[in-house]
């Protein structure tokens, strides 16, 4: 499974890291995604990392948003820099043992259950 955590409030132009902590499953193995989700609409992918260490970015958070591994912890982080109040939303971790990573949410095989961002202007 896995599992987030770091969420919170924060004003707009801060900074939050998010975790996403993996128990049961070697995460290197693994592609991860990051999605989020504001109520009333759509699910988006933000981010994806292929286990070999390829990464996509959604053109609204790159170059603000980056994400890395710590193996040794079987976790993966989202660092999100210049957060806008249109970051605001729940943000899911996602994985599933792939070589590649998709943006899509019904392509992983184990979810998180969500960490809530708030950004405030």
């Known amino acids: 499974q896995v599992l987030e955590s770091g969420g919170g409030l924060v004003q707009a132009g801060g900074s939050l890291r998010l975790s996403c902590e993996a128990s049961?499953?070697?995460?290197?193995?693994?592609?991860v995604g990051w999605f989020r989700q504001v109520p009333g609409k759509e699910r988006e992918g933000i981010v994806c990392?292929?286990?070999?260490?390829?990464?996509y970015y959604l053109d609204s958070v790159k170059a603000r948003f980056t994400v890395s591994r710590d193996n040794a912890k079987n976790t993966l982080y989202l660092n999100m820099n210049s957060l806008k109040p249109e970051d605001t939303a729940m943000y899911y971790c996602a994985a599933t043992l792939a070589s590649y990573c998709s943006g899509s949410w019904s392509f992983y095989g184990y979810y998180g259950q969500g960490t809530q961002v708030t950004v405030s202007s």
């Open positions: 049961g499953l070697d995460l290197d193995r693994y592609a």
């Open positions: 990392s292929s286990s070999s260490g390829t990464k």
